[in-house]
């Protein structure tokens, strides 16, 4: 081998050895990084974007009916009752079952003519029948059958 041709060999080394140095630093470097983050974990969000990001509004949780045994408690939850029935969110079943049950109760009068003014309604607005209508009145009136 003469010298010129050994001459370009040593060149092409040289070439690849700084090529693959700086493949090895490159490597080290993403390295680091990747480690760095998995050890420190995510970085900390900043308060400007922690003031920006908006949270839900609260849903408004409506009172529960009062359990007072009222007609006005009546009322409501009968109402309410044939709404989720025309709703179809709870069976014709379902809606006779509950409906039986918070009629069995007793009901205490408060301010008669309001009173029967709601036996009316849920009359009128078909949350009860003919029949249902009578046994609250005559609950309110305290009239005994």
């Known amino acids: 081998m003469d010298k010129l041709e050994l001459d370009a060999r040593v060149a092409r080394l040289e070439r690849r050895s700084s090529h693959l140095t700086a493949l090895v630093i490159l490597m080290g470097a993403i390295l680091a990084c990747v480690l760095f983050f ?44 044939r709404e989720l029935r025309d709703q179809d969110l709870i069976t014709e079943d379902e809606w006779h079952a509950k409906k039986d049950r918070l009629l069995a109760a007793p009901v205490k009068a408060s301010d008669l003519r309001s009173d029967m003014e709601r036996v009316r309604e849920l009359f009128d607005q078909k949350a009860i029948c003919e029949g249902e209508r009578d046994t609250l009145k005559a609950k309110l009136l305290e009239i005994d059958e």
Request: proline share 20%; net charge negative.
């Open 38 to 81: 998995a050890l420190v974990g995510r970085p900390d969000v900043s308060p400007v974007y922690a003031t920006t990001v908006a949270t839900p509004a609260p849903v408004p949780m409506l009172p529960p009916p009062p359990a007072d045994g009222s007609m006005a408690a009546l009322h409501q939850q009968l109402a309410t009752l």
